[in-house]
């Protein structure tokens, strides 16, 4: 069964960092490209980061840029997300998920992991 | 960047009835469009990609349509399950998705 399991989310003040991960079982990791999507409380989706199945190829959305770094692990079948610098609109569930092919959605995803923003 | 428009923003019909979604590109987007379900507390779930072909486990009263700018999700015989948030989604440059239309069942 294909898998994806977040960790890493929490309560951090402004200014703060989090390193998110994401954990995967059930298929070719080092095949896919992966993403993170969050979901601010009550909002709808948004498209946050992206990495090549390599991990050669990084895509952020213009409010992360600079802040954010995406990175995998192949060895590790672990996706991350550092986040830095975090400022109260960050507050959000940080999906990860998995695509199914080159330039296709999000088949696969995680059940999420709350970052709270606060101080 | 790409901006999806969808509409309309909320939709309540009775079960056994069709609800008709649209999702509109602020440019062409050719076929790179997916539609996804969410249900409170849960993740997105794939339905439609390439536009018109269904995810794999999507039953087939879920339908998408279109191509370039316009595209329709057609949910046909509506059942209680169906009520959701569903969201459209481009890949034809960079990644966006649309706000999303709650489908209310009465």
């Known amino acids: 069964e294909v898998q994806l399991l977040e960790s890493g989310g929490g309560l951090v003040q402004p200014g703060g960092s989090l390193r998110l991960s994401c954990a995967a079982s059930g298929f070719t990791f080092s095949n896919y490209g992966l993403g993170w999507v969050r979901q601010a409380p009550g909002k709808g989706l948004e498209w946050v980061s992206a990495?090549?199945?390599?991990?050669?190829?990084?895509y952020y959305i213009d409010s992360v840029k600079g802040r954010f770094t995406v990175s995998r692990d192949n060895s590790k079948n672990t996706l991350y997300l550092q986040m830095t610098t975090l400022r109260a609109e960050d507050t959000a569930v940080y999906y990860c998920?998995?695509?199914?092919?080159?330039?296709?959605?999000?088949?696969?995803w995680g059940q999420g992991t709350p970052v709270t923003v606060s101080s | 960047e790409i901006v999806l428009t969808q509409s309309p923003a909320t939709l309540s019909l009775s079960p056994g009835e069709r609800a008709t979604l649209s999702c509109r590109a602020s440019?062409?987007?050719?076929?790179?469009l997916a539609w996804y379900q969410q249900k409170p507390g849960q993740a997105p779930r794939l339905l439609i990609y390439g536009a018109s072909n269904r995810a794999t486990g999507i039953p087939a009263r879920f339908s998408g349509s279109g191509s370039g700018a316009d595209f329709t999700l057609t949910i046909s015989n509506l059942e209680p399950e169906d009520s959701a948030v569903y969201y459209c989604q481009q890949r034809f440059d960079s990644w966006t998705f649309g706000q999303g239309t709650k489908v209310q069942i009465k």
């Open positions: 440019q062409t987007v050719d076929s790179y």
């Open positions: 998920a998995k695509e199914y092919g080159f330039r296709l959605p999000f088949d696969t």
């Open positions: 990495i090549s199945p390599n991990g050669e190829r990084t």
